[in-house]
């Protein structure tokens, strides 16, 4: 079971997140669970209990937006929340070195 | 269980809810694996549940919060029903992992299985090189693995590739790992050989050596750095080399429960082998009471059973003093600190059993899992696993 904080080490290989569509990675899907009372993310033998805003953000990835446009659609969303483009980039970028999202 | 007369509640860690029931849906397998994690003597085990009664433990578990499903045996194909529970699987809101060796898959079979709605299928591999690949695996097997592999990946499945890693087969894990880029996997679980069931009875042949070990640890971590965002790859090193005991499924009764061919529950694979237990079975307990108030399913729970050194050890959040079966197998006494760890009086026990598969070579001859070892070997491991 993946731990939800671990910490994620970049390699030098690795290429940071594009700024094209993103969708969930194969295999990946959210969905509520009522004992636990939260979204979790599912994948090949895995489960990550999802936080609020990780949910809020993942279930934004549909496919054809890409990271501007989900934090565009988000602040549309949330106005009160002020300016959270950097925040919700952050958290794609670890989703996706995390491979959650391709 | 309350404590000292106090009224509180929480005495006791909340149970929190399985998060994953591993189906072990048959014995029955084509292939004759020497580490298979079944139990030695299975074949004298009871019958085999029929679909209605795995689709109430599915049905079960999944309303108690259960979420991974892992449909696994033996070889699961070999069931005629395995599209039905994963029909029922798919219904419930289940992620469905299919464990599988490959062998009774063909392409039509895979689609039928995506069109259940299976989520994901895990193929093991015995070996990157034919010739020990089919050794290992007692039959020949390699080639129709190859082209399973692919029919999965043509089926739009995510793929598992799983290599069971021991002493003959180390050397080649580059090749593994070619391989798996080659197929197009998308994880790679390069899995340990742990030492129970056949593999406990095969100990002195599959142990690896440390300097095979600490090679290959530098392979995975090339290819992981490699990789990275692209195919994920697990590499754990066998733990008889490590200070400390792996966190063994997250704790007892903590997150996994396992129900045998026949019904039997267990908080873990090895967990039968445990004298003085009785281990409830799904025909004749509900899930609910299973998991929940079962003596075998508390017995281990949260730290009141433990005892020193880990008792008073500040690291007993971390790795729950070990694995259960392990400290039973080797010093007798299930509640005794997993013996991997070197805060252990008994750690020369691991020690010696590693300098023992040191010093035996390849001559010796390798028990294959079959039926007829099944009923050979019963007892010769229990004699393996008396106290000293
Ligand atoms: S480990 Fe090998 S023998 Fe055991 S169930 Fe799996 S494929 Fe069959
Ligand atoms: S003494 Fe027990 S709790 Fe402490 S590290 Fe060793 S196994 Fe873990």
Redesign the pocket.
């Given at each position: 079971m993946s731990e939800p904080d671990k910490k994620i080490e970049y390699a030098t290989e690795y290429k940071p997140l594009h700024d094209g569509p993103i969708r969930l990675a194969r295999g990946h899907r959210i969905q509520y669970e009522t004992v636990q009372g939260c979204d979790v993310l599912l994948y090949p033998e895995g489960v990550v209990q999802l936080s609020e805003s990780a949910a809020m953000i993942l279930k934004t990835v549909d496919g054809q937006k890409s990271a501007t446009e989900i934090a565009a659609a988000l602040m549309a969303q949330f106005p009160e929340a002020g300016d959270i483009s950097g925040d919700v980039k952050s958290f794609l970028e670890v989703a996706h070195a995390r491979g959650w999202i391709a | 269980m309350h404590e000292g007369g106090s009224p509180s509640p929480i005495a006791m860690p909340a149970i929190k809810p399985p998060l994953w029931l591993l189906a072990e849906l048959t014995y029955a397998?084509p292939?004759?694996?020497a580490?298979?994690s079944?139990p030695v003597d299975f074949n004298g085990h009871g019958k085999t549940m029929d679909t209605e009664t795995w689709i109430r433990v599915l049905r079960d578990a999944r309303s108690m919060g259960a979420l991974q499903l892992g449909l696994s045996?033996?070889?699961p194909l070999v069931r005629q029903d395995l599209e039905t529970l994963v029909a029922e699987s798919t219904k419930l809101g289940y992620y469905s992992n299919l464990i599988t060796?490959g062998i009774g898959m063909d392409a039509a079979r895979a689609r039928s299985l995506k069109a259940a709605g299976l989520d994901h299928i895990q193929v093991?591999f015995q070996s990157s090189e034919a010739n020990q690949n089919d050794e290992i695996a007692g039959m020949r097997a390699y080639a129709h693995k190859l082209d399973m592999a692919r029919a999965v990946k043509a089926a739009g499945f995510p793929m598992v590739l799983c290599f069971v890693l021991h002493r003959d087969n180390l050397h080649r894990l580059r090749e593994m790992l070619d391989l798996a880029i080659e197929l197009e996997a998308d994880y790679v679980e390069l899995a340990t050989t742990q030492y129970y069931g056949w593999a406990l009875l095969n100990r002195d042949r599959l142990l690896p050596t440390l300097e095979q070990v600490r090679e290959a640890e530098g392979v995975a971590n090339e290819y992981q750095a490699r990789l990275k965002g692209k195919m994920d790859i697990y590499f754990v090193v066998p733990d008889y080399y490590e200070k400390r005991p792996k966190p063994c499924m997250n704790g007892w009764g903590s997150v996994f429960l396992l129900v045998t061919p026949d019904g039997t529950a267990l908080p873990c694979h090895a967990a039968r082998q445990l004298p003085g237990f009785e281990f409830p079975n799904v025909q004749t307990s509900s899930v609910k009471d299973i998991w929940q108030t079962s003596d075998a399913f508390n017995r281990f729970r949260g730290f009141g059973w433990m005892k020193e050194p880990c008792l008073s050890c500040p690291e007993k959040e971390k790795d729950f003093g070990g694995c259960r079966c392990q400290a039973f197998q080797f010093t007798g006494d299930a509640a005794a600190t997993d013996p991997v760890c070197d805060k252990s009086p008994l750690r020369h026990l691991v020690d010696e059993a590693v300098s023992s598969a040191r010093s035996t070579t390849i001559e010796k001859p390798i028990i294959f899992?079959n039926p007829k070892n099944s009923d050979r070997h019963a007892i010769k491991l229990a004699e393996l696993t008396t106290p000293r």
């Open positions: - | 397998c292939l004759q694996c580490y298979c079944n045996g033996g070889e060796s093991s899992r």
